[in-house]
């Protein structure tokens, strides 16, 4: 099977003064594409370490990060900011919405500093995502006029405008209520089966890990179940 994402003897420490914080020990897992994948783990156990390593918004200080087939370590700046803007898509737990702008505005965004769309062709595109999340009727409302189930949604049509390949998800969850927690993340399991964009969650939310193909287990920063897809 073909990977989109692999981890090879991967390791990050942090310094903390004299002392050194290891969020993760030689860590090897590979994620093939249209996987829906959760990244399971306590408090403390590396999962956000190794999303931003996966997003290229962090670097290991051992290992080799392969992103859609870029060795992300020997990317310079440039393309790292082109690799996040064309091949990954982010959402926040929470949300990281721009409160100036109305929805239609933040889902716009990423395009925008894609500059490759017509005005015509970005507006059609966003149109079509806010539909898609059922916000067609809520474009013209700031983030403060939504509620939080509103707000993630917002935050999943900016994450998929560009069409990434990857959308990395750091506890979409976490800050909702489990009503419509259930529809979020049934929202995007849609999503990910009818576009087969590879979607990759750090959580410890039962119902998140109930709707994963696979569930990779992190314990102490290292991978305990599940690293390699079949």
């Not at 959760?38 to 999303?51: E, F, R, V, Y």
């Not at 700031?142 to 707000?151: H, W």
């Not at 419509?180 to 009818?194: A, H, P």
């Amino acid at each position: 099977m073909s990977r989109i994402v692999t981890l090879e003897q991967v390791s990050k420490v942090y310094p903390l003064g004299k002392l050194e914080v290891r969020a993760l020990t030689d860590v090897d897992l590979s994620i093939g594409p249209g996987e829906f994948t959760t990244i399971a783990g306590p408090s403390g156990s590396g999962k956000t370490t190794l999303l931003n390593l996966v997003g290229c918004v962090d670097t290991p200080t051992r290992g080799r990060v392969v992103v859609d087939g870029r060795d992300t370590g020997a990317l310079s700046d440039t393309a790292l900011t082109r690799l996040r803007l064309e091949v990954l898509g982010f959402i926040f737990q929470s949300f990281n919405l721009i409160g100036v702008l109305d929805a239609f505005q933040n889902v716009e965004f990423p395009l925008l500093l894609q500059g490759r769309l017509a005005r015509r062709e970005r507006e059609a595109q966003v149109r079509d995502l806010l539909e898609k999340v059922g916000l067609q009727d809520h474009g013209h409302h700031r983030p403060n006029e939504l509620s939080g189930g509103q707000r993630q949604r917002v935050a999943i049509a900016r994450a998929l405008v560009t069409r990434p390949k990857i959308v990395l998800a750091d506890e979409p969850t976490a800050n909702l209520d489990s009503g419509t927690g259930g529809q979020i993340i049934d929202l995007m399991k849609e999503i990910n089966v009818s576009l087969g964009t590879t979607f990759i969650f750090s959580t410890h939310d039962a119902r998140v890990m109930g709707h994963a193909d696979r569930v990779i287990r992190l314990a102490d920063g290292r991978v305990a179940e599940g690293g390699s897809c079949s």
